[in-house]
């Protein structure tokens, strides 16, 4: 992975730096870290964060650790400072080794995942695939841009991890969130509506429909509901070569959404 | 009498029950005895002694329950997961909030006398949020635990302090959460922090000053009984905390304490043995301790299968026989039956679908089917169900439940290092969804959007019969649910869930009777009590402890 090393020795360089860098890390995004913080990370992160943060970095309201979703901080270095300044009546602050702190952030920009091991390649160019050959934006939209019928990836890559990344490339089925999973209802009055579940609970169902227009049904007043488990995507494995998908997944990663 | 004298009088009623005084009678221990027979109040964490959360009060019925509307709401001052359960005395409603407040309510307006408010030490460690699940009264007195270990007595006119006794070190972990139990004189507590490597305790206080009579530990130590059922030192850090307030025979003399894991929670290897008395119920006496049996649900648990559930009191005919029975569903997916006198297991049953064992023996131990590593166990880390309270309705013979259905983790271990005041946990439990990355149940509901879904488990209220293990009926739910029960004479059974919806069902049936939409997660119970006559319903939704009566 040698794509990993220049940026390794930059983090080493800022590292070094005084503690009161606001500069610490500023590494741009996920699949850069190495297996080795990561999985260093997941220690630290048990050892210091688990309690109040909860094996999945859910547990505290409004954050999200694994899926990017945070209080306060955008970048690697603002997570840096939450961690060490802690939180106005909130989080203490933790005294770590900078070390230790680099692998907390890895740990957390991988999506808690210390088997990621994805090929990460060229954003620029898995910009151009997913315009153009890949036809990602026949349904899916970015920054404003493109159909809203498939999810929006505007943030996508602070919202899951390189390798979450690559199967809902290569097989779209398998990696289909369950919440995301097309539905077809038929109304009693025979009308029927199609479209993509957005949430659902005992007594009602919201989605987006064909026309992006969204609709909450009352299940009462349903016939008939049918959740598809199979992704309308088409799988990419085979129709784009392992070098585009993995410039795609590069590319994927720096939409986060600021 | 002259008209103008009668017309006085009245006039006279009228202004006393506008005041709507609250005579603070005394709550003696023979009045806790038969709490569940003042069918007006809510004197106990499950509203009386044999924990059945079953009220006969029977203003609210079948018929006239689409009727109910919103008589108050009182909001939480903080936030996070409101767990506590409300007690109500003569009109005056006692409840906690986070950290460790006492709130004294008037119960038919929502409007509050008094606050207490204890400040934590910062030493305090709590493994799932700053709970309290309530207060527990004698005579004057109320009784809450609080998160850093000390259980406090508190006026419960005046709202102050009148004793507060060290009982754990937080430093090593040790919290109280339960809400305490009184018997005669003496209030109970157990200590929370299983996953502390805490050596978990049952401890007896004098309810007048605060000393300590008694305690018991749930992990017994060197020459003690049990002890050898733990591996070397193992029984030091060996956890069995304990959570949840327990029931009591007075006829027996007996209380039931469900006890929690032991610790490390996920690495059986570092306590090889049985690990008595985790993930058991303890029958004390509560005069002194002693204890006269035990049964344990999981031994050697790599699972986190907490046994702190509330073991509920009921005299069936069971196989043509009375019997004096405690029914227990358990966070392993098994409903029990057992002979509370003596602890002898009767009947033992799966309510969700369960893998980790192929069933119960003869002696009611589970046949153990540890699934390879990697590979989804049944039920999840959560539990089949969890210490959220069922209900018995002695009218329908039923057990009442909220259970997790569907719901699997995949469970590691790991090495886990002593560090006194450090999470001692040897692994964990991931939860299972079947498609990798995709969001699982998490402990709490924390969004209003529900991105897990149904593929991640759901959420039912189950009512079981105790004669033969089998469910009546099942009432599912989309998300899952950590609602308490509670029934009532007119065979209404009030439960909610994480979706918010506050339900009134058919106890007989399961079929759905009303609703509303709070919108915040219910979690713990809902109580039933009446004031001048009406009957009123609270549940607490999210941060809203909210209260309802029948339309006038």
Redesign the interface.
Known sequence: MPFRAPLLAFVGLVLLAPPAGAQLLTIDHPGQYTQEDIGRGSLFY??NC??CH???G??I??IDLR?GQFRRSQSDEDLAQTITRGTPGGMPAFKLEPAELTAIVAYIRA?FDTSASVKVGDAAKGRAVFQGKGECMMCHRVAGRGPRSAPDLSDIGIA??P??LE?SVREPS??????NRPVRIVMRDGKTIRGR???????TVQIIDEKERLVSVVKKDIRSMDVAKESAMPAYAGKLTDGEIADVIAYLLTLRRQ | MTRRFMLFVIFLGFVVSAWSVRTLAQVTSDRLLRASEESQNWMTYSGGYAGQRYSLLTQITPANVKNLELKWILPNQV??AWQSSPIVVDGMMYITQRPNDVLAVDAKTGRVFWQYRYTVSPDA?V?C?ANNRGVAILGDSLFMGTLDGHLLAIDRTSGRSLWDTAVGDPKLGYSITMAPLVVKDKVLVGSGGG?YGIRGFIAAFDTKTGKELWRVHTVPGPGEKGNETWGGDSWKTGGGSVWVTPSYDPALNLTYWGTGNPGPDWNPDQRPGDNLYTDSVMALDPDTGAMKWHFQFSPNDPYDYDSVQVGVLADINFKGTPTKAILWANRNGFFYVLDRTNGKFLLGAPFVKVNWASGLDANGRPIPTPQPEGQPTWPGVQGGTNWYSPSFSPRTGLMYISAWEGYASVFKKEKAEYVPG??F?GG????F????????V???R?T?????????GNGAVMAIDPLTGQKKWTF????VTDSGNLTTATDLLFTG?R?G?FYALDARTGAELW?ASLGGQIANGPITFAIDGKQYVSVISGNSLITFALRE
């Open positions: 048990n050892g688990f309690a909860g094996r999945d859910d547990q309201s409004g899926r999506g899951r991890a390798a979450v199967r398998a990696g289909l969130l369950p919440i579940r957005l949430n659902e609970d005992t007594h | 936030f996070g460690r493994c949020g996953e450090r999470n946990l964990g439990g991931t939860p969804t079947g498609v990798q990355g995709a969001p699982g998490r402990v709490g924390a209003p959007v529900n991105s897990w879904t149904d593929a991640a599912k739910q989309f998300d869930g979706e919806y609703k």
